[in-house]
């Protein structure tokens, strides 16, 4: 099962509590969570100090690795920097750029999409904020004033992020994946769900919990895009 882009604190607590109730849903039936980068508006690690918004969704992640859920993260670009909090805290298996790994049978590529984004903000930010001496400076910051500049930074990449060449890229690069021997990609990012056929292998936007309450799930060897709530 896959999730992606939540941004608590951005946008109204709709969407988080969305995904709440529906993490609350999956506790004890889900073998594993990948979870596809900007859970939260911004994460900056500091040695001692973490975003505090977003603590709800993490407290409900700590239940579901305690119930037997398998956490995998994978970072986005809201996503500027982790150290070992998440491993540490919750017990996540890993933290990727992205990830290739085998889920009930299928051979599936995992990631959040944005290195494919050739908007100059993300770019810019990820090529800074990637590189660990970049980081380790940016750490020096007293945190109120790391955390304003990083908001402001994620405000304006979350506003760039639906440009109609993504989507073509996105698709392309995930055809690409599966004409290599991958069964199911799954990307996130654009902020708007889809679910495509390539021959025998899909490509699946996880779309938002902003506005679409979308995620992706491989269910008895069969990958599908579904939507929290829908038919209830």
């Known amino acids: 099962m896959s999730d992606s882009d939540v941004h608590p604190g951005a946008v109204g ?9 529906f993490l609350a849903t999956i506790q004890g039936q889900a073998d594993s969570l990948y979870l596809l980068g900007d859970m939260f508006e911004f ?11 977003g603590f709800g969704l993490l407290a409900r992640l700590a239940e579901l690795r305690r119930a037997g859920t398998a956490l995998f993260f994978l970072k986005g670009n809201h996503d500027f920097w982790f ?3 998440l491993q540490r805290e919750l017990g996540a298996e890993s933290v990727h750029d992205e990830l290739e790994t085998t889920i ?4 599936v590529h995992l990631s959040h999409g944005d290195g494919l984004d050739r908007g100059a903000v993300p770019r810019l930010f990820r090529a800074l904020m990637r590189n660990q001496v970049n980081g380790a400076l940016y750490s020096l910051f ?3 004033v790391g955390v304003g500049l990083a908001r402001w930074v994620a405000r304006r990449s979350r506003e760039l992020s639906a440009r109609p060449y993504l989507l073509e890229d996105m698709a392309r690069f995930a055809q690409a994946k599966l004409a290599a021997g991958c069964d199911v990609v ?4 654009s902020h708007v769900p889809e679910e495509r056929r390539f021959g025998a292998g899909v490509y699946i936007n996880v779309g938002d919990w902003i ?8 269910r008895d060897g069969e990958a599908s895009l ?3 709530g829908a038919g209830q």
């Open 13 to 21: 607590p709709e969407g988080e509590a969305r995904l709440l109730e």
């Open 43 to 53: 994460w900056f690690e500091y040695r001692t100090v973490i975003p505090k918004r």
């Open 83 to 85: 150290q070992s909090f």
């Open 104 to 107: 009930d049978g299928k051979r």
């Open 142 to 144: 007293h945190p109120d």
């Open 186 to 189: 799954f990307m996130a990012h």
């Open 211 to 218: 506005r679409s309450l979308t995620y992706g799930v491989i």
């Open 226 to 228: 579904e939507r929290f």
